[in-house]
């Protein structure tokens, strides 16, 4: 969306409230300061008005110690209301998306900002975080999230749940489409086999036997758990093989 600034629009041809549109940046001049906000042009046909909580510092007096008329801001449009002619504007920067805006089944990328032994919380950019419960994070069983998630990385997760009243919202890492879901039949990649297997894979060539290991696809985490019953259907084979 378009960034404005006082100078993009003339004094005779000045915005309509009709032309403004949530999250709308501007570049502001104060016109007034009052104990309840202040009141910025913006270009339009009338000043809106940044309430007191929407300032975004620290208030530590009034708002005429950290802003006076003719001060330079930068505001964003938080609502219009037509039938009032009124626009209320904000100086924090909005999220890059709303919590209404998410929907069931959305694949987005966010942070991982908590580990907490029931799932991981992750910042998806709406102003608040999302938890992954841990049955939600594996094909397998895990002991714990930081089996597979870490603070600080930055992973897609798939929205399950939006619970807007209670400002809750369920993700997922199981039942995202990955690059190996989207290759051709017969091109998909797997990873490389661990120490186990390769043992095990080269002691049975020695004995002039083939030990099939199945394929896993790239980009998939295993838990201590998989990786486990994995390995015990490895030696299973083997001895099976050597009766």
Do not use: C, N
Not at 97 to 116: F, H, M, N, P, Y
Request: hydrophobic share 40%; net charge negative; aromatic share 4%.
């Amino acid at each position: 969306m378009r960034d404005y600034i006082m100078s993009d629009v003339s004094t005779t041809q000045r915005l309509a409230l009709t032309d403004l549109e949530a999250k709308m940046k501007f570049q502001g001049t104060v016109t007034r300061v009052e104990l309840f906000g202040v009141f910025v042009d913006i270009g339009a046909e009338r000043d809106g008005l940044v309430h007191v909580s929407q300032v975004g510092q620290s208030q530590t007096g009034r708002l005429t110690d950290l802003l006076e008329e003719g001060s330079e801001v930068t505001v964003w449009v938080q609502s219009v209301e037509l039938d009032q002619g009124r626009i209320s504007l904000t100086m924090i920067e909005p999220p890059e998306r709303t919590i209404d805006e998410l929907k069931s089944d959305q694949i987005v990328t966010g942070t991982v900002t908590k580990l907490a032994p029931y799932g991981a919380f992750v910042d998806i950019g709406v102003g608040r975080d999302g938890l992954i419960h841990i049955s939600e994070m594996s094909d397998g069983h895990i002991e714990r999230p930081s089996e597979v998630a870490a603070v600080g990385a930055e992973i897609e997760v798939r929205v399950v749940k939006v619970d807007r009243r209670r400002q809750r919202i369920e993700l997922s890492l199981l039942g995202i489409p990955g690059e190996d879901e989207q290759m051709p039949a017969g091109e998909e990649e797997a990873e490389p086999l661990t120490a186990m297997e390769l043992a095990w894979r080269d002691a049975m060539e020695r004995e002039g036997m083939s030990l099939q290991v199945p394929i896993r696809r790239k980009g998939r985490r295993r838990g201590k758990a998989e990786i486990r019953r994995q390995q015990a259907s490895i030696i299973a084979r083997t001895l099976k093989a050597q009766e």
